[in-house]
């Protein structure tokens, strides 16, 4: 079974400053994504950032960066920068492929940030 | 233009009713997904179709009927609520899964109280 764990219900953090965000998987199938999805207060559910497992290179978007280890099934994310509209809960999640039969998102508990002025 | 739809955003009804929530996107994508997110944010999918056909059924309770008309709509009935169904329903949409992951797209959610 696939299972991810976000070990930190809740975080807080200064303006400006860096912080991250861990998250540990776990899986057995070769071909699977990442994310990192932001739910903001209105609870929308945003797309922060993706990895494909097959790539080495960890992804980047601006002030958000993702390291990936996938030897250790560990996937953190790190925004810099912090900036008040960064709070939010933080979900890391996992997709897998079964050759097209199904594409679910299985989601951690989620992180709650709290960005302070 | 809204990518992926959902009506209603609230929804407060009593135990024993029944309701929908409706679904529809305008990304020209194969296949939706239900996802259910309880008190504690916990967020777990419930069904899943492509091209009309369901393909992923979580062990949901069988008052719960998804119905997709066409590809651009996923519709969510529930029969007989109760109060542990109240939660945040959301809906979404990508591309037909296959080889390759591709990545989903979330409808604003439809938070539902049962009283």
């Known amino acids: 079974a696939q299972t991810v764990t976000q070990s930190q219900p809740e975080m807080s953090v200064q303006e400006a400053e860096t912080v991250t965000l861990s998250c540990t998987y776990d899986t057995s199938e070769n071909n699977y994504y990442l994310f990192w999805y932001k739910q903001p207060p209105s609870r929308q559910m945003i797309l922060v950032i993706r990895q494909e497992a097959y790539k080495q290179q960890n992804a980047t978007e601006n002030r958000f960066s993702v390291n990936f280890q996938k030897a250790a099934k560990s996937f953190s994310l790190k925004i810099s920068d912090s900036q008040l509209g960064d709070t939010a809960m933080y979900f890391c999640a996992f997709i897998y492929s079964e050759g097209g039969a199904t594409n679910k998102l299985i989601f951690g508990t989620g992180t709650l940030l709290a960005v302070q002025p | 233009d809204t990518a992926v739809s959902q009506t209603p955003k609230y929804l407060v009804t009593q135990m024993g009713n029944d309701k929908s929530i409706k679904c529809e996107q305008n990304?020209?994508?194969?296949?939706m997904y239900w996802y259910k997110q309880d008190s504690k944010k916990f967020l777990k999918i419930m069904f899943s179709?492509?091209?009309?056909?369901?393909?992923i059924n979580e062990t949901v309770p069988n008052r719960f009927s998804p119905k997709s008309p066409d590809k651009a709509h996923l519709n969510l009935h529930i029969n007989s609520l109760e109060l542990g169904d109240s939660a945040v329903y959301f809906c979404?949409?990508?591309?037909?899964?296959?080889?390759?992951?591709?990545?989903?797209?979330f409808g604003p959610g439809t938070r539902l109280t049962v009283t």
């Open positions: 979404a949409s990508s591309r037909s899964p296959g080889h390759h992951i591709y990545e989903q797209y």
């Open positions: 990304l020209g994508h194969d296949t």
């Open positions: 179709y492509n091209n009309k056909e369901l393909i």
